[in-house]
């Protein structure tokens, strides 16, 4: 098995229709393209020897790196500090916003910046997860093309030679399927390369220009940061989670992925392996809040008209109107395989590329759909006539099925239950269409969808709670807890210092909680199909964050939110989980951390200055608060 990095030692960087991740030795060891649910070019994050890489590091191992981000930018900077000297590595993606485009430009810069450093370079490509052979086509110090059946990764040179005397600085090779470059560099000198998908030949690019196409990328970055409304506590974490999020989203679409990876695990060396560069109706709803919260408006309403396109198709067949994933382009053909060929990450197999899970029955992500379309109607983003026609029919399929078992949240593989999450977001979703026909004055049949709604409800205080454990359970005929339930509260299905619910928030500390951190549920009580455990859920712990919160309880939620910073990266980035030693375990970085570290901060900043449960003027644009 060969050497991998932690997988929480990477940052991000991208151009808003892919990315990449890159390590803390300057490794790129993950990027697709043209799109985030493209085949690998580099991959060496799931398989060291097979994978791919593009490494960039000084020639000796005895080195220390530090890692940062340009102030609010997504320019990531790796620092190398030797005996001999210091180096940068500056790592861009020119941002490619607006159609989708096969042309992804990817930028490595290094230079010196204290004393003399000597440096190897690698460029390794293995297109396609490793499966596809290319050759290269050298050009006359210019760069080179990596070409195979279905992509072309053009190395361009950036910059003229820079030259010791009568010496160039770099040595350039072949490496076996790659390129190896050589070379020493002193304080203010400068080398680098640019790295393009979609077929282009190579070129020498002047510095003059690639300084310009760094300072347009800066500033990109910070006019969209500059746009956010928030100035309360925590705005550092807040701006770099709202910069990842965006970060994830597909720009032609609005579509926002789970996460720009697939296969890392959630226990290492375990079988929970799962792709998670799709978007979920679930996860990108649930970003609504969080763009909203934050005066992101423009994103709110392209991933609204993203989500209504696909309650217009309808192709859920089985699963209902919605899948409960999609590609970033809204197709849904995501046939789960496995990559047989891939060590996996420190051997975590199988490696699954697309997703099984596509075509489960998913009840609750009607509730965070229409949710996310309430909040956008409340901030402006009125449904037309054909959209409410939509929204009216998967809402009455809603009323017909909201009582079958189905997989639930966690997707689990161990068979369909009477989930009480499923159940109370097909409250949710009821509800909000019952208030947007009454608000806009459309046409509905309101009783129906009441009568509903008011058995639904019936039914989890009947069915979903458990007198003895004195808790609401994971589902019927069980007495498991499941953190899922803590949204409760936040949506409004039952208050949140209403007896029954701080009974189940106290038997959720006592069995789900560990030292602030939420697991989602007990799998050993819970068996959920799979073999081995996992770690706590982050998105579970900023749920629990905001339900201590609203339930009276500010200085646990605060004190539980500022441990939970202490879990992020260097960077300030989380993955899905924390392992048991606070390593970062599962798909990175995740969407879902993200923008639930972003509604629990603002939403707790909020109720630090006006008291607990006070939240709704956070989102009070185009409504009156109380």
């Known amino acids: 098995m060969g050497d991998y990095p932690n997988i929480a030692d990477h940052g991000l960087i991208g151009d808003l229709q892919t990315a990449a991740l890159i390590d803390t030795n300057g490794t790129l060891d993950w990027f697709c393209a043209p799109r985030f649910d493209s085949p690998s070019i580099f991959g060496s994050l799931l398989d060291a020897e097979r994978g791919g890489y593009c490494s960039v590091r000084p020639e000796t191992d005895d080195y220390v790196s530090r890692q940062l981000y340009l102030p609010n930018t997504a320019i990531l900077v790796t620092r190398f500090l030797t005996e001999e000297g210091v180096g940068e590595l500056i790592d861009f993606m020119p941002v490619a916003d607006g159609e989708a485009t096969d042309r992804h430009r990817l930028v490595r810069m290094l230079r010196v910046v204290r004393g003399t450093m000597s440096f190897v370079a690698e460029v390794q490509p293995k297109f396609d997860y490793g499966r596809a052979s290319h050759r290269i086509v050298p050009s006359d110090g210019s760069g080179a093309k990596f070409v195979s059946d279905d992509l072309t990764l053009t190395l361009h040179r950036v910059g003229d030679p820079v030259l010791h005397g009568t010496e160039r600085a770099g040595h350039i090779e072949r490496a076996g399927d790659g390129i190896r470059v050589t070379g020493s560099?002193?304080?203010?000198?400068?080398?680098?390369?640019?790295?393009?998908?979609?077929?282009?030949?190579?070129?020498?690019?002047?510095?003059?220009?690639?300084?310009?196409?760094?300072?347009?990328?800066?500033?990109?970055?910070?006019?969209?940061?500059?746009?956010?409304?928030?100035?309360?506590?925590?705005?550092?974490?807040?701006?770099?989670?709202?910069?990842?999020?965006?970060?994830?989203?597909?720009?032609?679409?609005?579509?926002?992925?789970?996460?720009?990876?697939?296969?890392?695990?959630?226990?290492?060396?375990?079988?929970?392996?799962?792709?998670?560069?799709?978007?979920?109706?679930?996860?990108?709803?649930?970003?609504?809040?969080?763009?909203?919260?934050?005066?992101?408006?423009?994103e709110a309403e392209a991933f609204v008209g993203w989500l209504m396109d696909r309650v217009h198709e309808s192709v859920g067949k089985g699963s209902g109107p919605l899948k409960i994933m999609y590609r970033v382009d809204g197709s849904s053909d995501l046939?789960?395989?496995?990559?047989?060929?891939?060590?996996?990450?420190?051997?975590?197999?199988?490696?699954?590329?697309?997703?099984?899970?596509?075509?489960?029955?998913?009840?609750?992500?009607?509730?965070?759909?229409?949710?996310?379309?309430?909040?956008?109607?409340?901030?402006?983003?009125?449904?037309?006539?054909?959209?409410?026609?939509?929204?009216?029919?998967?809402?009455?399929?809603?009323?017909?099925?909201?009582?079958?078992?189905?997989?639930?949240?966690?997707?689990?593989?161990?068979?369909?239950?009477?989930?009480?999450?499923?159940?109370?977001?097909?409250?949710?979703?009821?509800?909000?269409?019952?208030?947007?026909?009454?608000?806009?004055?459309?046409?509905?049949?309101?009783?129906?969808?009441?009568?509903?709604?008011?058995?639904?409800?019936?039914?989890?205080?009947?069915?979903?709670?458990?007198?003895?454990?004195?808790?609401?359970?994971?589902?019927?005929?069980?007495?498991?807890?499941?953190?899922?339930?803590?949204?409760?509260?936040?949506?409004?299905?039952?208050?949140?210092?209403?007896?029954?619910?701080?009974?189940?928030?106290?038997?959720?500390?006592?069995?789900?909680?560990?030292?602030?951190?939420?697991?989602?549920?007990?799998?050993?009580?819970?068996?959920?199909?799979?073999?081995?455990?996992?770690?706590?859920?982050?998105?579970?712990?900023?749920?629990?964050?905001?339900?201590?919160?609203?339930?009276?309880?500010?200085?646990?939620?605060?004190l539980t939110f500022e441990k939970m910073l202490t879990y992020a990266n260097h960077l300030g980035l989380f993955a899905e989980e924390i392992g048991l030693t606070g390593e970062q375990l599962g798909n990175f970085p995740q969407a879902f951390s993200h923008l639930s570290l972003i509604n629990a901060a603002v939403n707790l900043d909020y109720q630090l200055d006006h008291g607990s449960g006070f939240v709704d003027p956070v989102l009070s644009k185009g409504r009156k608060a109380r």
């Open 185 to 298: 560099l002193n304080a203010g000198e400068m080398a680098g390369v640019m790295l393009e998908t979609g077929g282009a030949e190579p070129t020498r690019i002047p510095l003059d220009e690639m300084n310009a196409m760094q300072l347009a990328t800066t500033r990109f970055w910070r006019d969209w940061n500059n746009r956010s409304t928030y100035r309360g506590r925590w705005r550092e974490m807040v701006d770099r989670s709202a910069i990842t999020l965006k970060l994830m989203t597909y720009a032609p679409t609005g579509a926002l992925v789970a996460a720009p990876t697939a296969g890392l695990p959630e226990q290492v060396g375990g079988e929970r392996n799962w792709d998670y560069r799709y978007t979920w109706i679930r996860d990108a709803s649930f970003s609504v809040y969080a763009l909203l919260g934050l005066g992101y408006t423009e």
């Open 335 to 558: 046939v789960e395989e496995s990559l047989e060929g891939f060590a996996g990450y420190r051997g975590s197999r199988p490696v699954r590329i697309g997703n099984g899970a596509a075509d489960q029955l998913q009840l609750d992500i009607y509730g965070e759909a229409m949710d996310s379309i309430h909040l956008a109607d409340t901030h402006g983003l009125e449904l037309p006539h054909v959209g409410w026609t939509q929204i009216s029919d998967m809402l009455d399929w809603v009323c017909d099925n909201w009582d079958q078992p189905d997989e639930g949240i966690w997707e689990t593989r161990g068979g369909k239950q009477n989930f009480t999450y499923g159940r109370f977001m097909c409250w949710v979703a009821l509800d909000r269409g019952i208030r947007l026909a009454q608000s806009r004055g459309r046409p509905a049949p309101i009783l129906r969808w009441r009568e509903q709604r008011d058995a639904i409800y019936e039914e989890i205080m009947k069915d979903g709670w458990d007198a003895e454990r004195g808790a609401f359970v994971q589902h019927q005929g069980t007495d498991v807890l499941d953190a899922s339930l803590l949204v409760m509260p936040l949506m409004g299905f039952v208050a949140p210092r209403d007896p029954m619910w701080l009974s189940t928030l106290a038997a959720m500390d006592t069995e789900l909680v560990s030292d602030s951190l939420v697991y989602r549920y007990n799998p050993s009580a819970s068996p959920d199909g799979l073999r081995g455990s996992e770690g706590t859920f982050t998105l579970c712990t900023f749920w629990y964050v905001d339900a201590l919160a609203r339930s009276g309880y500010l200085e646990e939620a605060q």
